[in-house]
């Protein structure tokens, strides 16, 4: 750990013993890390003797009950002391309405995003980290709190997912150390292994027949592009969360560089989930639409536009990036 960040740590750890009434937010369309981050945070601010929620703009998939103890709304009304955002690159990602309601209010961002945008006066980002749950773990351990298993499984929980079950590039000799630390409590983090990389439902299944059925391929090979649109979840009687793992299913074909999945949500615009092994930097093009994320996974979304629209925008500018990134010099 760097000096700054040591740091950056002592000042946040002293802002958390001296505050209280904490409201924790997460991003948008909630993953592993931002909730795993955010509720091993309340646990730890709990154990402190203070009072902390969660909130999240969003509806919680089932898969994390767990952690949210089987709430799939976190939108707590109280009047906070502290605002602290975990997780978030943007203020545009923490959702319309908790974006209403605390846009210049953010008191406290930790995050380990290279696209962050600074919008909190006490800021820790951390791109070395794989996860935010990384540094919540330094945070945690900075306090002085027990490291049990509610902290634990939740810190599990976001290394495991913003590593691909430890598999992506990101993977450090830190982010095993977090995980092994959070073994040591006696987590099931076999079970949790499962049902974030193993277990799948009849709608997955019938979603990736579709890709693989729709798949299509440009830069020699090097980029795999397909689309979900909402007959296609109807049709695959799927769920929205059962989308979830397309993008990285794509990616892991055989000369496959990169992968972009554009997935058409209820209210007519669409999300794309972008997946790269490393060569090209997809949070790079995200940011040209307003988004962002990881160089090897991030997203962005349009609103306005068809879907061959939106295809033709990602295509035209794709096509300089693997130019420049993997040399490729034609579509198929």
């Known amino acids: 750990m760097s000096e700054d960040i040591k740091a950056q740590i002592e000042e946040i750890c002293d802002i958390l013993q001296k505050k209280d009434n904490f409201i924790i937010l997460s991003h948008t369309r909630p993953d592993g890390d931002t909730l795993g981050s955010a509720f091993a945070l309340r646990e730890a601010l709990t154990l402190l003797g203070k009072h902390a929620e969660v909130a999240n703009d969003d509806i919680i998939e089932n898969k994390f009950f767990y952690l949210t103890g089987g709430n799939n709304s976190l939108n707590p009304s109280f009047k906070p002391g502290c605002v602290l955002a975990v997780d978030i690159a943007s203020e545009n990602l923490i959702g319309d309405e908790l974006r209403q309601r605390y846009t210049g209010k953010v008191d406290v961002c930790i995050d380990h995003h290279r696209t962050h945008d600074a919008f909190a006066p006490v800021r820790l980002v ?32 976001g290394v495991l997912t913003d590593t691909g079950c430890f598999m992506y590039s990101n993977t450090t000799a830190h982010t095993h150390l977090v995980a092994m630390e959070a073994i040591k409590t006696g987590i099931d983090f076999v079970a949790l292994n499962n049902a974030f990389y193993m277990n799948k439902t009849l709608g997955q299944i019938n979603l990736e027949k579709h890709i693989y059925n729709s798949i299509e391929f ?28 397309l993008s990285a299913l794509m990616r892991g074909i055989e000369g496959v560089e990169a992968s972009v999945l554009i997935k058409e949500t209820k209210d007519g615009s669409f999300k794309v989930s972008m997946r790269s092994k490393g060569g090209v930097d997809v949070s790079e093009i995200c940011a040209v639409f307003g988004g962002g994320g990881h160089k090897g996974a991030a997203g962005c979304s349009f609103g306005g536009k068809s879907l061959e629209e939106v295809k033709k925008i990602l295509l035209d500018e794709l096509e300089s990036r693997f130019k420049l990134a993997t040399g490729a010099n034609e579509r198929n």
């Open 126 to 157: 951390a791109p070395e980290y794989a996860a935010t749950a990384e540094i919540i773990y330094e945070i945690v351990i900075a306090l002085g709190v027990e490291f049990n298993q509610n902290i634990a499984r939740a810190i599990y929980t």
């Open 218 to 245: 440009y830069f020699d090979g090097k980029l795999s592009l397909a689309s979900v649109t909402l007959k296609d979840i109807e049709e695959a009687k799927a769920e929205n969360a059962d989308i979830d793992g």
